[in-house]
């Protein structure tokens, strides 16, 4: 069960885009479409963001949206807001009926 | 209101067991799949373990199966995990959530967590 694979770090500046990748294999990212994603602020309980790939939760901002290609999710958050700036987790169901997680992005608004 | 309220945690020395607990409030415990998440200071958030509402099936992370055991009592809303063995490596803050229905996902709903500590 090895972590999925995430940038350390993105930046970008209010009002822009940013994107984070987050890689895995064929047993967990590119074989199921069951990748969510976690906003997480220091010292506070991680807020959940993207279900199921591209599904957002009721009450999340639609400028958050998830796609997949293969092997790799994405989450992208657009119209960059100084709030956004926090860490992002990646986390994706597999064929061992385990979740694994992605080592985490921190995301910087410039 | 939906709570996660997580107790138990605290500082063990390696080799020791711990239970630690999370009480559910707020919502038909006995409906939802419940999970573990740690996160260890400076580190990644690493799923744990989960089961499913009925406490009959449980799955478990390759670096703590066969030493943590994930239960829950539905009469009491309360899920718990069970640490034997523990490693200076398994300190960390463990975290419940609660799987939603109709989602395919691990938490919808955050407990506060709770600190382990492993240290001789």
């Known amino acids: 069960q090895s972590a999925l694979t995430q940038p350390a770090s993105v930046s970008g500046s209010p009002g822009q885009s940013v994107t984070i990748s987050c890689t895995g294999t064929y047993s967990d990212v590119g074989g199921h479409n069951f990748v969510s994603w976690y906003q997480h602020h220091p010292g506070k309980v991680p807020k959940f963001m993207i279900y199921e790939v591209n599904k957002r939760p009721s009450g999340v901002s639609n400028r958050f949206s998830g796609s997949k290609s293969g092997n790799t999710a994405s989450l992208t958050i657009s119209g960059l807001q100084a709030e956004d700036e926090a860490d992002y987790y990646c986390?994706?169901?597999?064929?061992?009926?385990?979740?694994?997680f992605g080592g985490g992005t921190k995301l910087t608004v410039l | 209101e939906v709570q996660l309220v997580a107790s138990g945690g605290g500082l063990v020395q390696p080799g020791e067991s711990l239970r630690i607990s999370c009480a559910a409030s707020?919502?038909?415990?006995?409906?939802?799949?419940m999970h573990w998440v740690r996160q260890a200071a400076g580190k990644g958030l690493v799923w744990v373990a989960c089961?499913?509402?009925?406490?009959?099936?449980?799955s478990y992370a390759d670096s703590v199966r066969g030493r943590f055991t994930v239960s829950r009592d539905n009469a009491e809303n309360t899920l718990y995990l069970e640490m034997d063995r523990l490693r200076a490596e398994d300190t960390a803050v463990y975290y419940c959530t609660r799987g939603p229905i109709g989602m395919t996902t691990i938490a919808d709903y955050w407990g506060q967590g709770s600190l382990v500590t492993v240290s001789s």
């Open positions: 089961l499913t509402p009925d406490g009959m099936s449980t």
């Open positions: 707020g919502f038909t415990f006995g409906n939802y799949w």
């Open positions: 986390c994706s169901y597999t064929d061992s009926n385990t979740w694994v």
